[in-house]
């Protein structure tokens, strides 16, 4: 396998390492109390957005199960930093990996995370030879359930108040895709081809 060459591009999209500057593009949506579900830890207040933008901008490749790459999501032109996508390696045996993302919502619904996602599991398939790449969403996400269907997620599961979160219970769908169910001819990418591994 080559190495990995950073930053990606998409149709709108550049998806690169953070840098130290994003903390406070992070902020806008990482310290909103329905994305503290979504993060590792939480990011309610400025210095823990710093210490979660550290830590990303140290998610750079995947060498060893547990690795995670995380990316900024930023429109071309302008430069704004919309979101964040990231690939974990979750298990080596068995080829397993779980693609996560985070919008910015003033930037939801504009096709941002259908080009990021699908990178990020072009990348798992292509590059890192993940066999299998699941995905969570809440299950009251009817936006991300149909962005799951779109991709060509198939439902593997749904847990059904599973978690007590700010004082409700949390319903948790689990999507998933084998690499011989992606479509690697998809429009929705502008890879160049130096980041596409045969």
Do not use: N
């Not at 999209?13 to 830890?41: G, I, K």
């Not at 080829?95 to 993302?101: C, H, K, L, P």
Request: hydrophobic share 40%; charged share 30%.
């Amino acid at each position: 396998m080559s190495s990995l060459r950073l930053p990606i591009e998409t149709s709108h999209l550049v998806l690169r390492p953070f840098e130290r500057a994003d903390c406070d593009a992070v902020a806008r949506y990482h310290t909103l109390p329905s994305a503290q579900r979504y993060v590792d830890r939480p990011t309610r207040y400025p210095e823990e957005v710093s210490a979660a933008v550290a830590i990303m901008r140290k998610q750079v490749e995947l060498h060893r199960p547990g690795d995670i790459l995380s990316l900024a999501m930023v429109r071309k032109g302008d430069h704004a930093l919309v979101g964040q996508v990231s690939l974990k390696w979750s298990d080596a045996t068995s080829g397993q990996g779980e693609v996560r993302f985070l919008i910015d919502p003033a930037h939801s619904g504009r096709g941002y995370l259908t080009e990021a996602i699908s990178a990020m599991l072009d990348l798992a398939f292509s590059h890192f030879r993940v066999h299998r790449v699941m995905v969570r969403c809440d299950g009251r996400s009817h936006h991300s359930i149909k962005l799951m269907q779109k991709l060509g997620m198939r439902l593997e599961a749904h847990y059904r108040e599973h978690a007590l979160f700010q004082g409700e219970w949390d319903e948790e769908l689990h999507f998933a895709m084998l690499d011989r169910e992606w479509k690697r001819d998809s429009k929705v990418l502008d890879l160049p081809l130096r980041d596409r591994v045969a």
